[in-house]
């Protein structure tokens, strides 16, 4: 068990999160391979796969210097040591569970996904091993990215955290501002792509074409990854589960930030309206009611809205019975 005793201090908890958020980042700068330019950004095939080698690596240096840090200044046994990083005992239930939560929170973006686009009809295995097995992106952005992002600022960070005997809600509404901070690294991401031959960076920094998106971009992903990571970490907390974070990370990025204004159907919703036109009675004539160039009727975004706001509610009041589990790492 973690000893009575705290072995390390919450500041050097938080800096070595720190150290590992620059080991995780770095890479992608220093080395030219691994650097977003005019000719190549960061959706480059050749950029992806260094960079996910580089992620490889970067992850495998602060797993063994967490370890050491639990094991020998903190004395914490094999066993402890696995528990805290979450990676054992594995429970189905509060994984299954945990899922369920954050996929009630993102009731709406699936009712719009699933049934106003009819994507459902899509859904299976071969779609999955197209969009993530054989295109570098997906793999990135609902394997790599996940896996690694929660290995280090989940598992990592927050057992580096237990050990300081840092209270369960400074943990989970602290330790989420370093996940946000990380991502902020793109706005560099966006100057540097946008830089013409011949350019400075510096010029390119000042050009408010280049600049005011960046930011606005920047300051949005802060604010919604460290909404993610208290939600993350609070199941964390709450089940000693990576597996639990992981899936819950690659979800939500396959399903992208929840419309928050605006009408369903807007891009996509053809299909829609063609069933609207061979079902039978009423319901058909009010779906179809108010089109306009293939426009859905307002009904369907009156209930998207309804359904994005009665998950976000049952999210609220189901959050603490779908992540009670035996494993917890601490006390709320």
């Not at 020998?72 to 429970?91: D, I, M, N, Q, T």
């Not at 609070?234 to 928050?260: D, Q």
Request: hydrophobic share 50%.
């Amino acid at each position: 068990m973690v000893p009575t005793t705290p072995a390390i201090t919450p500041h050097v908890a938080g800096g070595l999160t720190v150290l590992f958020t620059i080991i995780y980042i770095a890479p992608f700068y220093l080395s030219p391979t691994l650097r977003s330019n005019s000719i190549a950004n960061r959706n480059t095939p050749s950029v992806i796969q260094a960079r996910i080698r580089a992620v490889v690596w970067s992850c495998v240096t602060s797993v063994v210097i967490t370890v050491c840090v639990l094991s020998f200044k903190g004395h914490v046994a094999p066993r402890e040591v696995l528990h805290l990083l979450g990676v054992y005992p594995v429970s189905i239930i509060d994984t299954a569970k945990s899922f369920l939560l954050v996929a009630i929170l993102f009731a709406g973006p699936l009712f719009e996904r699933a049934v106003v686009e009819g994507e459902w009809r899509s859904w299976g295995a071969v779609t999955v091993k197209e969009t993530v097995y054989d295109d570098l992106i997906g793999w990135r952005n609902l394997v790599v990215g996940p896996v690694s992002e929660e290995l280090v600022f989940r598992s990592l960070a927050i057992s580096l955290f237990i050990l300081a005997q840092t209270s369960a809600r400074r943990i989970t509404f602290t330790s989420p501002l370093i996940f946000g901070v990380a991502h902020v690294h793109h706005l560099h991401e966006t100057i540097n792509s946008s830089r013409r031959p011949g350019a400075s960076y510096l010029s390119t920094a000042l050009t408010p074409s280049v600049i005011l998106p960046g930011l606005i971009r920047s300051v949005f992903q802060f604010f919604y990854t460290s909404l993610f990571g208290f939600i993350a970490a609070f199941i964390y907390l709450r089940t000693s589960s990576l597996i639990a974070c992981v899936l819950a990370h690659s979800f939500c990025n396959w399903m992208g930030l929840p419309r928050f204004w605006g009408r369903v159907g807007q891009e996509v919703g053809e299909e829609i309206l063609d069933q609207s036109h061979n079902a039978d009675g009423n319901v058909a004539d009010a779906l179809q009611a108010g089109t306009d160039d293939q426009q859905l009727s307002i009904i369907w975004t009156i209930a998207y809205y309804i359904i994005l706001f009665s998950g976000a509610i049952a999210f609220w009041k189901l959050r603490w019975s779908l992540t009670h589990s035996d494993s917890a790492l601490t006390e709320f």
